[in-house]
């Protein structure tokens, strides 16, 4: 939608498993034409790999007959080590595989919440490899940017270390929180559980595979979550405001200092 | 402002530490009239202690000389048994304290973010006790009724119980998590994070208070999620995306269910 609104490709294809998902894309103006097969991609420059990140694997082998030489591939999944390091593996020798994790988005899926804004303002983090073409690089990069995007750069590694902090605990998190209060309290839920809960009603699947393709990364930096809190509850137990104040206000300082304007 | 805006009281006075505040709540409309001492309370029907939670138990025996027969005290204190037990030994006998909780607000705090529409359509928990007269808790049911809220009634005790799950323990995991994420990581935060962690920029004084005043019940429920927690990245670590995936969907039902629309 995006692509197609700001005129950037001559001719935009969506592939769906089903009539139903292209009718809707081709009435929500997403997309020229539709496709349940994935013949049509040898004829595409670019190729945008958009499922939860398991499917994106599982689809590398059946796409591989399909792509023409010097076509980029590319992806939009949350993890890239995993994404990154099957392209390698799969696709045919001479095939440019490029990852990418636009960091936008919502708690909402699918073409019925598609958004031709959505990737304004928002931070695109591309992970190429040294194998990588410099020219597709820079091609991608200059996709990214008009459609409004910023981009950086980052190894799929260093990728899916930062993102297990800044997105992956998180939504840990907010799944464990509603997990454990019990559904008859939450009519006296306010807006701070509302808003801090917001992430919890995003696609379970999507999630699960998240998680598990990037479990390495997630496990430790849960398990710095859990240290803090564990020493949290401690100077509770004791009393310590003096402590417990110190904590709250570095958290309110990197609040108040990083996020109070982030990427959309 | 509320109560002014809506008319309900001939003459709304301020008491605050500095002249400063009297001022700014004077010029925003917030008071009729301000002080910085407590004598003029002999005069006053009703009278609402809105500070953090150990301020309000500490000015009880303050106000206690100035508390004419027949007027109401109550307060807006996040965490309820230990304020009511406080008023209950320190008031004389025949002052009416009733405890109230307003579930309204946001991370923000101080005169400069006052609001008069704050409780339209919010949730306002009054926890009185047997021996509290009656009619004295209709008025004050009449009073949040009028300033566009609606009311609910709870003990003490069921209060703090259910807001140590759904207000207390989302604070303090918002407060850890972002102990948890290093600093350098925040520029890839998205908007998820973004209002995952809204409420850590809340104030650290009133919040430190509020843990320390509740602390048994909240040790219980921070208990109850970290066994949530713990269990859910044991199912991470064997790659068990089945039982990830009923997790996650549970808790996006919660959410979808209970917190689309919640007490503003």
């Known amino acids: 939608m995006a692509i197609r609104q700001r005129g950037i490709a001559s001719r935009v294809i969506g592939i769906s498993r089903t009539k139903k998902t292209i009718n809707k894309a081709k009435k929500a103006g997403a997309i020229d034409d539709g496709f349940c097969d994935f013949k049509p991609l040898s004829d595409c420059e670019l190729i945008i790999l958009c499922s939860p ?4 694997i599982n689809t590398l082998s059946k796409i591989k007959p399909f792509i023409a030489p010097g076509t980029i591939i590319t992806d939009v999944g949350s993890t890239k080590s995993e994404i990154v390091k099957s392209a390698g593996m799969i696709l045919p020798k001479g095939a440019d595989f490029i990852g990418a994790h636009p960091l936008a988005g919502s708690e909402k899926s699918g073409i019925d919440n598609a958004n031709g804004g959505l990737f304004e303002k928002s931070l695109c983090v591309l992970t190429p490899l040294k194998a990588n073409s410099k020219k597709n690089i820079r091609r991608l990069e200059s996709f990214w940017l008009a ?50 809960a917001r992430i919890a009603a995003s696609d379970p699947l999507v999630w699960a595979d998240i998680f598990i393709s990037n479990r390495a990364a997630i496990l430790k930096s849960a398990g710095k979550f859990q240290t803090h809190f564990d020493k949290f509850l401690k100077l509770l137990k004791s009393g310590d405001s003096k402590r417990i104040i110190q904590v709250i206000k570095k958290a309110k ?12």
Do not use: C, M, Q, W
Request: net charge positive.
């Open 53 to 56: 990140v398991n499917i994106i």
């Open 147 to 196: 459609l409004g995007s910023r981009v950086s750069f980052l190894t799929p590694s260093a990728h899916d270390k930062i993102t297990s902090f800044t997105s992956h605990l998180p939504h840990l998190i907010a799944f464990n929180l509603l997990e454990s209060i019990p559904a008859v309290d939450l009519r006296y839920a306010a807006s701070g559980l509302r808003d801090a």
């Open 253 to 264: 300082f990197k609040r108040d200092t990083f996020l109070n304007k982030v990427n959309e």
